[in-house]
């Protein structure tokens, strides 16, 4: 039974420290965005509130959602700000490109490769959370629609930056709130199996 006890306590420790490393993730990301979006207005003078509208859906956040359920919301949000920010890059050279390579365009390209990055830590988490794989959201067969005038072109472009910067904040801050839930659900998990074992 002291096996158990221990292997318990390492697996609260496990589980404590991936939502923290993928926390620490989204802080990166959110950080990174925030440069991004700062430089992106330089370049085209766009003010701060030049746009807010939403691109990704995903359910309103809520205080019944579980664990599995806030990760799945982030999750999914995740997933759409990849399929948009990899079209907004590939429309933007396609269209706007063809200079040379500067502070934005190598930030652009660092933001694009560390939110997979993210993805795939809240989907490690998602698929720990829940058990199975099979309620793991899909972004196929969702539709990007891309504007074909120039100004409505960059101003879709920066929403695109401006959903991955939000989303990459709140799952940084969702992230950081599960840890003292994983690690009671483990604990609970642990002391039922121990009173199964004391009884028999």
């Not at 620490?24 to 440069?35: G, P, V, W």
């Not at 050279?93 to 490769?113: D, F, H, S, W």
């Not at 196929?140 to 100004?151: A, F, R």
Request: glycine share 6%; hydrophobic share 35%.
């Amino acid at each position: 039974m002291a096996g158990r006890s221990t292997r318990g306590i390492n697996g609260s420790n496990g589980s404590r420290t991936a939502p923290a490393r993928a926390a620490a993730l989204a802080d990166l990301l959110h950080y990174e965005c925030s440069t991004l979006l700062e430089l992106f207005r330089k370049k085209e003078n766009f003010t701060e509130d030049v746009t807010d509208r939403r691109l990704v859906s995903v359910p309103p956040p809520s205080s019944q959602l579980d664990t599995r359920d806030k990760l799945w919301r982030i999750h999914s949000a995740l997933l759409q700000c990849q399929k948009l920010l990899e079209k907004a890059v590939a429309k933007e050279e396609e269209e706007l490109g063809g200079g040379k390579k500067g502070k934005y365009e190598n930030k652009r390209k660092l933001v694009k490769e560390r939110l997979p990055l993210l993805i795939l830590s809240t989907g490690e988490l998602l698929k720990a959370a829940e058990g199975t794989t099979s309620l793991t959201p899909s972004v196929e067969g969702l539709e990007v629609n891309v504007p074909t005038g120039l100004l409505d072109l960059k101003l879709w472009v920066y929403r695109v930056y401006k959903e991955v910067n939000y989303w990459s904040k709140t799952a940084a801050n969702t992230l950081k709130e599960l840890p003292s839930v994983i690690v009671k659900e483990g604990a609970r998990t642990t002391r039922a199996r121990n009173r199964r074992s004391t009884r028999r």
